[in-house]
């Protein structure tokens, strides 16, 4: 049982360039939630998502910032238009139950904006 | 007052010590809670729950206290393994039950 799959673990943009990461959840989760980490800091919570649902994004930044997570296929978190300021590590997890339950991470997608 | 406050520490101690960490929330209406893992900002790796009568697996005893509102961590034994860092994570507080999580308290284990 394949655990929580991202891709890629490294990417590097310039600033104005978009930026798309992908999830794929453990198998029979229908939950993802998506952090991010700046160095030095602690894991700051963005989305959180059910299959074609957006559960809660209230950490999402207003602008450039979307995410999804349809029916067949990963969840994506796209960011555009990248800014240095959006370097950071992307963490997802799944759920096999959500809202409140126990969740199992990706090992994340490094992002660097150059 | 921060939904979730942790120590950073650094928490230094020599091999075999018992060392505990504590984590409060802010919330009342937080329904789970749990510990989990990082090492060298790696991904979380969840490390226990916590349950409001306690729970123990091996070394580790995770303790919920409602009344004022924390949960700790209890390392019995340390190994130098143990060293990384430990994060609180509350969830379900809000409709929509999103986990937060703490800043993280940083353990070294010396020889």
Redesign the interface.
């Known amino acids: 049982n394949a655990g929580v799959m991202q891709n890629p673990r490294h990417l590097v943009r310039r600033r104005g360039q978009e930026a798309r990461l992908r999830c794929s959840p453990m198998k029979g989760h229908s939950h993802v939630y998506w952090y991010r980490q700046l160095p030095e800091e602690g894991l700051k919570f963005m989305v959180y998502l059910q299959k074609e649902n957006i559960i809660d994004e209230s950490g999402m930044p207003k602008e450039r910032f979307s995410a999804e997570f349809p029916k067949e296929g990963p969840s994506i978190l796209r960011i555009q238009q990248v800014v240095r300021g959006d370097s950071a590590a992307y963490f997802c997890a799944s759920s096999p139950r959500g809202f409140g339950t126990e969740a199992f991470f990706g090992q994340g997608t490094r992002l660097t904006v150059v | 007052r921060k939904e979730v406050e942790q120590d950073p520490g650094p928490f230094n101690v020599p091999e075999g010590a018992t060392v505990a960490f504590n984590c409060t929330y802010s919330n009342s209406a937080s ?2 809670f ?1 510990w989990y893992r990082q090492d060298c ?6 490390l226990m ?1 916590v349950y409001s009568s306690g729970n123990e697996d091996g070394r580790f005893t995770a303790q919920l206290n409602r009344a004022s509102q924390y949960i700790s961590l209890l390392i019995r034994d340390s190994k130098l393994s143990d060293s990384a860092t430990y ?1 609180c994570v509350f ?4 409709n ?9 308290t940083t353990l070294q284990v010396k020889p």
């Open positions: 329904q789970s749990f900002r790696k991904e979380p790796k969840l729950s994060l969830g379900g507080s809000s929509t039950g999103k986990l937060i999580f703490g800043q993280g």
